[in-house]
């Protein structure tokens, strides 16, 4: 479960605390930028956590299945297994993130902490009940995962909407954006 920790130094407990966006007037344009970048970061983290989750429960019901169907052994579907909704039809804000994850081995570390010792390469070795316990561990990681990103997303929205209202009402300039790009780039 992700829990935020009032006070915490982690992004995620910055990016949640109630004071992050409050007073979003009173910050400067790069200021709002910034901090809107760095909750946008963590939205990227948390999908990318939220897609490994996604794959091992792929893993875990193929499995299942097999064992219910007596069909083919999941090294020899995995390929079909991760592929199928790969991609599935966009729900949520459906933003386009062009960031990378920036703690990707942490998260997998963090999905693999939750079958403990137990290693996905083998599903077929787990019995029906420690995969049926995996299951539900990954699945109410995901909720939590699912829950915090949604969250994160509302924030990178707050300042957003801020940003856009200030370009609405004339406090902002494209042609100044565009200028400071411009600079920076040079």
């Not at 939205?43 to 019901?61: F, G």
């Not at 991760?82 to 703690?103: I, K, M, T, V, Y």
């Not at 109410?140 to 200030?166: C, G, K, L, M």
Request: hydrophobic content about 35%; glycine content about 6%; proline content about 3%.
């Amino acid at each position: 479960m992700i829990e935020v920790r009032p006070g915490g130094r982690r992004r995620i407990d910055r990016v949640l605390a109630p004071d992050y966006v409050r007073g979003l007037e009173e910050l400067s344009l790069d200021q709002l930028r910034a901090r809107r970048d760095d909750a946008a970061q963590e939205e990227t983290d948390l999908s990318y956590l939220r897609r490994l989750l996604h794959a091992r429960i792929d893993i875990v019901r193929a499995e299942q299945e097999r064992r219910s169907t007596g069909g083919l052994r999941i090294l020899d579907q995995l390929a079909a297994i991760l592929s199928d909704n790969a991609l599935p039809p966009a729900r949520g804000s459906g933003r386009h993130q062009p960031l990378e994850p920036s703690r990707a081995g942490e998260h997998r570390r963090q999905a693999e902490a939750l079958v403990g010792n137990t290693n996905l390469s083998d599903v077929g070795s787990l019995t029906d009940e420690k995969l049926a316990d995996t299951l539900e561990d990954y699945l109410e990681e995901e909720t939590s995962v699912s829950t915090r990103r949604r969250e994160v997303q509302q924030v990178v929205d707050s300042f957003n909407a801020e940003i856009a209202s200030r370009y609405a009402r004339g406090v902002a300039s494209v042609d100044e954006l565009l200028a400071a790009e411009r600079a920076r780039e040079d």
